[in-house]
C-alpha cells in the first residue's frame, strides 16, 4: 500500500507564488518518478512536471521557466515551486508517484489540492 501527503496550494493574485509538497509513504521499495498533473474544470488531466530518480526532470511548455520540480529521494518526497501564477494555471494539481510496491511497478495518487490564481 502507497499513500500520497500533498500540502499547499491555495488562492493567489497573478504573478504570486505558490508551493506544493507531496510525500510517499508505504510499503516503497524505490521509486522511478513523481510529480504533479492538473486538472481544470472540464478539462483533461495533463501532466504539469515530474522528476526521475537520478534528478532529470519534464515540464509542460505551458510552464517552463516558471514552475520549478525538486525532489528528496531519502524522503520519498518532492515539492513544485509555482511561479508567476496566471489564471490559466487556475486547477486541481495532483501528485502522483509511479513506484515499485508489493513486487510491481504502480502509479498512485494524492488527493487533489486547489490552486486558484486570481485575475
Known amino acids: 500500500q502507497v499513500q500520497l501527503a500533498e500540502s499547499g496550494g491555495g488562492l493567489v493574485q497573478t504573478g504570486g507564488s505558490l508551493r506544493l509538497s507531496c510525500a510517499a509513504s508505504?510499503?516503497?521499495?524505490?521509486?522511478?518518478?513523481m510529480g504533479w498533473y492538473r486538472q481544470a474544470p472540464g478539462k483533461q488531466r495533463d501532466l504539469v512536471a515530474r522528476?526521475?530518480?537520478?534528478?532529470?526532470?519534464n515540464y509542460a511548455d505551458s510552464v517552463k521557466g516558471r514552475f520549478t520540480i525538486s525532489r528528496d529521494n531519502a524522503k520519498k518526497s518532492a515539492a513544485l515551486q509555482m511561479n508567476s501564477l496566471k489564471p490559466e494555471d487556475t486547477a486541481v494539481y495532483y501528485c502522483?508517484?509511479?513506484?515499485?510496491?508489493?513486487?510491481?511497478?504502480?502509479?498512485?495518487w494524492g488527493q487533489g489540492t486547489q490552486v486558484t490564481v486570481s485575475s
Open positions: 502522483y508517484v509511479d513506484a515499485f510496491s508489493g513486487g510491481k511497478i504502480g502509479r498512485y
Open positions: 522528476i526521475f530518480s537520478g534528478g532529470s526532470t
Open positions: 508505504g510499503s516503497i521499495f524505490s521509486i522511478d518518478h
